[in-house]
DNA sequence: TTAAAGAATATTGTATACAAAAAAATATTG
DNA sequence: CAATATTTTTTTGTATACAATATTCTTTAA
């Protein structure tokens, strides 16, 4: 979630590329990561995949079990309404910290955003469309100058993406449906309570539009890294 | 920050008594905290050692830097608001689904726990004081029934104490002065609004009583955590 | 005496070996 | 054949050795 240094870390390596391929839906919540496979697949030791799985752990996109392991995040149907209730406050304090105080090269930033999301979207591209629908929200955490508040809320961005992800495999993926333009738009002009009500309403769809039925979970982890088998 | 199994690994151990005695102030905002030291006194390999701290760096309290270590976190007075302010957004949000739903039980949990907290101060132990204040807004994140809310309520808890410790050091510490008892009533009976203004004033009353001086930071890992030099 | 350069020391980063625990596979018995 | 025990295999937990880096100390020159 933090940026760092010039040349990346090897740990660094790991828990970006898994962070991207969770979000991304390419691993479904319930996948096992086994710290061997890991190792094997990133060539790096276990040492370091484990540093990297125990950061992903921290951000609730990854849950491990003493002695036993970790997965992709799975949430119960009943946990669901609170962690979009903590979005909801987490994103709905950021974007009353930015409304009406966009400076213009922000706006385009995110205009240029919705865009290409839009892009991605149209042209079949959902997974893509879906990391820059989420890149969208990171951006305006970015922005709102509250580094703990951006970090609250980028990680329940993140944790309804992956409920997202459990609830939503088949339609309208994430924000889709509701134009972010519009959410650019009240941050240029509206006031701060408009903002956040907009914000408020726009979580709420997402939410409203999940499917609790079954699920199909599986997936091979060499093939989804996209790296031979050994 | 997360409770657990009936045996406590040995991580755990670690982790907890490196909180409570940060979080008491008895380790100041600066001082390094070296693997090889740490592992010393708590008589573990290195390697639960840096779990410890890599989980302390995720909960905000210590600070770690590639290549040169990890020390109890400092923040600057020009970073100060915005903790205050997420936590007053975070806490403000708990005690908002907390107030007029109390049970009696944890009525008199909190009042007991408040007794016990001015017992503390008035006969001059300033630590445990600290702890329990502490504890007392843990136990509200705890009861507000949201996992992730409660869990930024929290690390936004530790996060300004180690701020008062800081910038506090001398005077009424952390939330002495303002009576915790008040809060309980408004939780008792006051309508969501009014707990809410109410829990912002005492926040804002903490920010507002820091000092932003000098500070004489030093101390030695082995006396404060009160094991034998080897 | 001070500043800079270099050597010595200490500390973190990573890999790996072995122990402990869990999971899977196989054998055994009703 | 089903259910349970037992063995085997896999996987995680911990300690430790060595490499890379940072820090400290000492030496040397102006």
New binding site residues.
């Given amino acids: 979630m933090e940026k760092s240094k010039g040349s990346k870390?090897?740990?660094e390596v790991v828990y970006e590329r898994l962070f991207d391929v969770i979000i991304e839906q390419k691993l479904q919540p319930g996948v096992?990561?086994?710290?061997?496979?890991l190792?094997e697949i990133f060539?790096?030791?276990?040492?370091?995949v484990?540093?990297a799985l125990l950061r992903l752990s921290y951000e609730g996109v990854v849950d491990?079990?003493?002695?036993?392991?970790?997965i992709v995040t799975t949430t119960e149907p009943k946990d669901v309404p609170q962690y979009f209730e903590a979005r909801r406050i987490a994103e709905g304090a950021l974007i009353r910290r930015v409304a009406g105080k966009l400076t213009t090269y922000q706006e385009e930033t995110m205009r240029a955003m919705v865009r290409e999301e839009n892009r991605y979207f149209l042209s079949g591209n959902r997974a893509r469309g879906l990391r820059k629908s989420i890149d969208f929200h990171f951006y305006l955490a970015d922005i709102a100058n509250n580094k703990p508040l951006a970090e609250m809320g980028k990680k329940m961005i993140a944790r309804t993406s992956l409920i997202v992800a459990q609830y939503n495999l088949s339609g309208s993926g994430g924000c889709a449906c509701v134009d972010h333009s519009a959410l650019v738009d009240v941050m240029v002009s509206g006031p701060a309570d408009r903002a956040e009500n907009m914000m408020h309403e726009h979580l709420q769809h997402i939410e409203d539009n999940l499917y609790f039925g079954k699920q199909s979970l599986e997936t091979d982890l060499y093939r989804i890294l996209e790296i031979d088998k050994p």
Avoid: D, F, W
Wanted: aromatic share 0%; glycine share 4%.
């Fill in positions: 870390s090897q740990e096992r990561l086994t710290e061997i496979s190792a060539a790096v030791s276990r040492t370091v484990r540093r491990i079990k003493p002695n036993i392991g970790a």
